[in-house]
């Protein structure tokens, strides 16, 4: 069944299922509403015929009425009337317009009295139906419209009516059984054959059709144009006969459903191609104006970015004197335009001292803006020179220099707390290693006894170890304090970037297959040289590396990378936590901070930090990124020639 509906001759009888259908459904609709218009329910077939006769007869009689009755000749006005035979009589009895045969009738079937309205002129203005059991109106002229129907079918729009009502009244309560049959029939068929637009029954590919290729809102366009333009038509030509308007507007209306069903098929297409609203033209043109307004704006941004550097760029005082001058301008061509002596004297007096006290505003204001630039970038021996100034302008310039002051003595305390600590930590990470030393030398001598005691030996391991931790836990806390406080020496040379990876990945070679970890590294062909302290550079990958080792998940690769970017040599170490890391990359910079929170594995939370600081001193940075579990250290130093 799917292939068939793939196929053309599948999607023809589905087409032209959904055609019929919805014009079934258009019909039962039409017949519905004229039904319930026509008191089908209500009456019976013969009272139904009888009520739409009677209003074609009432319509087509005000017309022969209204030529009878502005007929100018003395005779009575004679027509041929296909549809009935009819004679018009006035309040006399006098026949004042009749059809050809009506001197052979007998006996009317039909008599109604019709209402004539004239203007002052004399012209008839207007003609109505009027009951005979009402009032006439004293301003109206009346007339008696008698009628008989014609008998020939083929020319008598009244018998097609009665074959109509004889069709239609047998179906007044099955039209909507119809309507509803219909209407799920287009629903279904309409679904097919949007569901199956542009397949095949051969392949699952999208076959788009030769329409694709234009625009969507422009064949919608030449849709609407196209229907608009028929049916302008249609209405300008109102004065034809109804037979020929009908069968034009369902002429018209069956090639708009053809070529709207036709135009949801394409958009049917185009959805799967997702091309619907990208391949339209109109977003062809959005697109096109949004770069056209975004280069603009971008213009814009550039120009209003040079004005206000070019206003920053002039001096405070220049910038005052313009602006003060040009308002002084504006008023001069103010009082040239109203002159008044007396107004011309206030202005030249009130800017002979207001210029003046502008001016010396703006100078106290350069001065505290050059104290506050200098106590900015750090420079805090820069004194405001207070001597010339006035009122607060002098205030505010005291302030500023005591603020220095204070800074100073603040700096100058703390830069003396610092080099107290590293002092204090120095001394007493001597005073620690004498002892320490002999503790970590006696305990080795110990190990060394033969005994027969195996928890000795047991005992004395870590005692080894735990010294030997404390040891370098000492060298950590000496270091860092140099390294942050920059007592720490360096001793900065050219050296060839690529050296230090290639060293670290032979030194940690059995340390990373201990821990399972299968390191890659990753080197440019051309050479990086950078300004660095060998020492000091194997101590931060020494770091980096251990940091690896403790924390990295086991059965993983760790990617250490050097690559050039921009003008900097860029080192990138690369592993997944074993440990979940719910801390922040400022966080884990700080000095005694761990990523393993449990402190299940060695360390003081100090390499991270010490790292750090040791690539500042050699004018390099380090930066961590944490994205889930991936840990990442970006090591960055500048490229020399």
Request: hydrophobic share 40%.
């Given at each position: 069944?799917?292939?068939?509906?793939?196929?053309?001759?599948?999607?023809?009888?589905?087409?032209?299922?959904?055609?019929?259908?919805?014009?079934?459904?258009?019909?039962?609709?039409?017949?519905?509403?004229?039904?319930?218009?026509?008191?089908?329910?209500?009456?019976?077939?013969?009272?139904?015929?009888?009520?739409?006769?009677?209003?074609?007869?009432?319509?087509?009689?005000?017309?022969?009425?209204?030529?009878?009755?502005?007929?100018?000749?003395?005779?009575?006005?004679?027509?041929?009337?296909?549809?009935?035979?009819?004679?018009?009589?006035?309040?006399?009895?006098?026949?004042?317009?009749?059809?050809?045969?009506?001197?052979?009738?007998?006996?009317?079937?039909?008599?109604?009295?019709?209402?004539?309205?004239?203007?002052?002129?004399?012209?008839?203005?207007?003609?109505?139906?009027?009951?005979?059991?009402?009032?006439?109106?004293?301003?109206?002229?009346?007339?008696?419209?008698?009628?008989?129907?014609?008998?020939?079918?083929?020319?008598?729009?009244?018998?097609?009516?009665?074959?109509?009502?004889?069709?239609?009244?047998?179906?007044?309560?099955?039209?909507?059984?119809?309507?509803?049959?219909?209407?799920?029939?287009?629903?279904?068929?309409?679904?097919?054959?949007?569901?199956?637009?542009?397949?095949?029954?051969?392949?699952?590919?999208?076959?788009?059709?030769?329409?694709?290729?234009?625009?969507?809102?422009?064949?919608?366009?030449?849709?609407?144009?196209?229907?608009?333009?028929?049916?302008?038509?249609?209405?300008?030509?109102?004065?034809?006969?109804?037979?020929?308007?009908?069968?034009?507007?369902?002429?018209?209306?069956?090639?708009?459903?053809?070529?709207?069903?036709?135009?949801?098929?394409?958009?049917a297409v185009r959805i799967k191609q997702k091309s619907l609203i990208k391949g339209s033209l109109t977003y062809l043109c959005l697109k096109y104006l949004w770069t056209i307004v975004v280069y603009v704006w971008g213009?814009?941004?550039?120009?209003?970015?040079?004005?206000?550097?070019?206003?920053?760029?002039?001096?405070?005082?220049?910038?005052?004197?313009?602006?003060?001058?040009?308002?002084?301008?504006?008023?001069?061509?103010?009082?040239?335009?109203?002159?008044?002596?007396?107004?011309?004297?206030?202005?030249?007096?009130?800017?002979?001292?207001?210029?003046?006290?502008?001016?010396?505003?703006?100078?106290?204001?350069?001065?505290?803006?050059?104290?506050?630039?200098?106590?900015?970038?750090?420079?805090?021996?820069?004194?405001?020179?207070?001597?010339?100034?006035?009122?607060?302008?002098?205030?505010?310039?005291?302030?500023?220099?005591?603020?220095?002051?204070?800074?100073?003595?603040?700096?100058?305390?703390?830069?003396?707390?610092?080099?107290?600590?590293?002092?204090?930590?120095?001394?007493?990470?001597?005073?620690?290693?004498?002892?320490?030393?002999?503790?970590?030398?006696?305990?080795?001598?110990?190990?060394?006894?033969?005994?027969?005691?195996?928890?000795?030996?047991?005992?004395?391991?870590?005692?080894?170890?735990?010294?030997?931790?404390?040891?370098?836990?000492?060298?950590?806390?000496?270091?860092?304090?140099?390294?942050?406080?920059?007592?720490?020496?360096?001793?900065?040379?050219?050296?060839?970037?690529?050296?230090?990876?290639?060293?670290?990945?032979?030194?940690?070679?059995?340390?990373?297959?201990?821990?399972?970890?299968?390191?890659?590294?990753?080197?440019?062909?051309?050479?990086?040289?950078?300004?660095?302290?060998?020492?000091?550079?194997?101590?931060?990958?020494?770091?980096?590396?251990?940091?690896?080792?403790?924390?990295?998940?086991?059965?993983?690769?760790?990617?250490?990378?050097?690559?050039?970017?921009?003008?900097?040599?860029?080192?990138?170490?690369?592993?997944?936590?074993?440990?979940?890391?719910?801390?922040?990359?400022?966080?884990?910079?700080?000095?005694?901070?761990?990523?393993?929170?449990?402190?299940?594995?060695?360390?003081?939370?100090?390499?991270?930090?010490?790292?750090?600081?040791?690539?500042?001193?050699?004018?390099?940075?380090?930066?961590?990124?944490?994205?889930?579990?991936?840990?990442?250290?970006?090591?960055?130093?500048?490229?020399?020639?």
């Amino acid at each position: 069944m799917k292939r068939f509906l793939r196929s053309i001759a599948g999607k023809t009888v589905s087409f032209i299922v959904c055609i019929i259908a919805v014009c079934v459904l258009a019909a039962s609709m039409i017949c519905a509403g004229l039904m319930f218009e026509g008191n089908y329910y209500t009456q019976t077939k013969d009272q139904v015929f009888e009520n739409i006769v009677t209003g074609r007869i009432h319509r087509d009689a005000c017309s022969e009425v209204w030529s009878a009755v502005s007929n100018s000749e003395d005779e009575p006005l004679v027509v041929s009337n296909e549809q009935f035979t009819y004679e018009i009589v006035n309040d006399d009895g006098e026949v004042i317009g009749r059809s050809e045969d009506a001197s052979n009738i007998k006996e009317w079937v039909y008599s109604y009295e019709y209402g004539v309205l004239r203007n002052d002129e004399g012209y008839v203005d207007d003609v109505f139906y009027h009951d005979k059991n009402v009032p006439r109106d004293d301003g109206a002229e009346y007339y008696t419209f008698n009628a008989n129907i014609r008998e020939n079918p083929n020319i008598n729009s009244y018998s097609t009516t009665g074959k109509i009502v004889d069709l239609t009244y047998p179906l007044r309560y099955w039209v909507y059984l119809i309507g509803i049959a219909a209407l799920l029939s287009a629903i279904a068929s309409f679904i097919v054959l949007m569901a199956n637009a542009g397949r095949r029954n051969d392949s699952e590919e999208l076959y788009p059709g030769p329409l694709n290729k234009i625009p969507f809102d422009v064949l919608a366009g030449l849709y609407l144009i196209f229907g608009a333009a028929c049916f302008a038509i249609v209405g300008q030509n109102y004065h034809l006969p109804d037979e020929f308007i009908v069968a034009a507007v369902i002429d018209l209306s069956l090639i708009f459903l053809v070529l709207f069903v036709g135009l949801c098929i394409s958009m049917a297409v185009r959805i799967k191609q997702k091309s619907l609203i990208k391949g339209s033209l109109t977003y062809l043109c959005l697109k096109y104006l949004w770069t056209i307004v975004v280069y603009v704006w971008g213009l814009l941004k550039k120009l209003m970015k040079s004005v206000v550097f070019f206003i920053n760029s002039i001096p405070l005082v220049w910038k005052t004197a313009v602006i003060t001058l040009g308002l002084v301008f504006i008023e001069f061509l103010f009082l040239v335009n109203s002159y008044s002596d007396y107004y011309t004297a206030f202005w030249l007096i009130r800017n002979l001292v207001l210029i003046p006290a502008v001016i010396c505003i703006s100078l106290n204001l350069k001065t505290l803006q050059q104290g506050g630039i200098a106590l900015a970038n750090g420079d805090l021996s820069y004194h405001v020179d207070t001597k010339r100034m006035l009122w607060d302008f002098r205030k505010h310039g005291e302030n500023l220099n005591s603020i220095a002051n204070g800074m100073s003595i603040a700096v100058e305390d703390r830069l003396k707390s610092e080099r107290m600590k590293t002092e204090l930590i120095t001394n007493v990470s001597h005073d620690i290693k004498t002892p320490l030393t002999s503790i970590i030398n006696y305990a080795d001598l110990i190990g060394k006894e033969k005994t027969s005691n195996k928890k000795i030996n047991e005992y004395t391991e870590v005692l080894l170890r735990q010294s030997e931790r404390l040891k370098r836990l000492i060298d950590d806390l000496v270091e860092a304090s140099k390294a942050s406080t920059g007592n720490l020496e360096v001793d900065l040379m050219p050296c060839d970037a690529a050296t230090f990876v290639n060293q670290t990945a032979g030194e940690y070679q059995d340390r990373l297959k201990e821990c399972d970890l299968t390191l890659i590294t990753e080197v440019p062909e051309e050479g990086i040289r950078i300004m660095a302290d060998g020492r000091r550079m194997y101590r931060i990958f020494d770091n980096l590396m251990n940091n690896i080792c403790k924390y990295a998940q086991s059965g993983t690769r760790v990617y250490l990378s050097l690559e050039r970017k921009d003008n900097d040599a860029l080192f990138v170490f690369r592993n997944t936590s074993r440990e979940q890391l719910n801390i922040s990359e400022d966080e884990l910079m700080e000095r005694f901070t761990r990523g393993d929170q449990s402190r299940n594995t060695e360390g003081n939370g100090l390499g991270l930090s010490i790292a750090k600081s040791m690539a500042e001193l050699q004018n390099g940075s380090l930066k961590i990124v944490i994205d889930g579990d991936l840990f990442k250290a970006n090591l960055s130093f500048p490229i020399i020639d």
